[in-house]
């Protein structure tokens, strides 16, 4: 089975900043929700736990796993959206024809990133062959597969995994520390 987690809560979280691959930490909240979830989900079986190499992403898999014998392999794939010169932009949507913003409202539209940013079929090349390269193979071995990741990436990874079209991209949406179980076409 595949499953996969958001980081933790960051102080930029809590502010409504775009974090894409700014490295911010989790803040005491966000390490609180880890360790809730590393309760809350004691009994699921995970073989190989892969991260995005961000340290909220790291420090959440760490403290989901702590006590566990699950090896953690970072992947650079792994990382969230690059969001370039709107990274650190507090509460987007409250600016007019912010451009980041057609990205969130409208996914499918957003076919030319911002300065240093990342397009979505960029997001998608990267999840994708991360998909088919490291998890597909051990998902046919049997293996339980862990991805601890970001909001946008993790749901690369959904619509690649469900067959989704790019404008049902936010329709999941994805709550920090929260498990979800994918079934992974093999």
């Not at 892969?50 to 566990?68: M, N, V």
């Not at 932009?89 to 451009?99: K, M, R, T, V």
């Not at 490291?134 to 909001?151: N, T």
Request: a negative charge; glycine letters at 8%.
């Amino acid at each position: 089975m595949l499953y996969i987690i958001r980081h933790g809560k960051t102080d930029w979280n809590a502010k409504h900043k775009i974090q894409g691959k700014t490295d911010i930490p989790l803040n005491e909240e966000g390490r609180q929700m880890a360790k809730e979830a590393r309760e809350e989900y004691k009994d699921v079986h995970f073989d190989v736990c892969f991260c995005s190499p961000l340290i909220r992403a790291k420090e959440t898999a760490e403290l989901l796993l702590s006590g566990r014998d699950v090896p953690i392999i970072v992947d650079d794939r792994l990382k969230e959206m690059g969001f370039g010169i709107y990274e650190g932009i507090e509460n987007s949507f409250s600016i007019p024809d912010c451009p980041i913003n057609v990205f969130f409202f409208h996914p499918e539209e957003y076919t030319v990133p911002v300065e240093g940013g990342e397009s979505v079929e960029e997001l998608f090349a990267r999840t994708g062959e991360f998909l088919r390269e490291r998890v597909k193979p051990l998902l046919d071995e049997g293996k339980d597969v862990l991805i601890v990741g970001h909001g946008a990436m993790n749901l690369s990874i959904v619509c690649q995994v469900k067959k989704r079209p790019l404008s049902e991209f936010w329709k999941e949406g994805i709550p920090n520390c929260k498990l979800q179980a994918l079934e992974m076409p093999l």
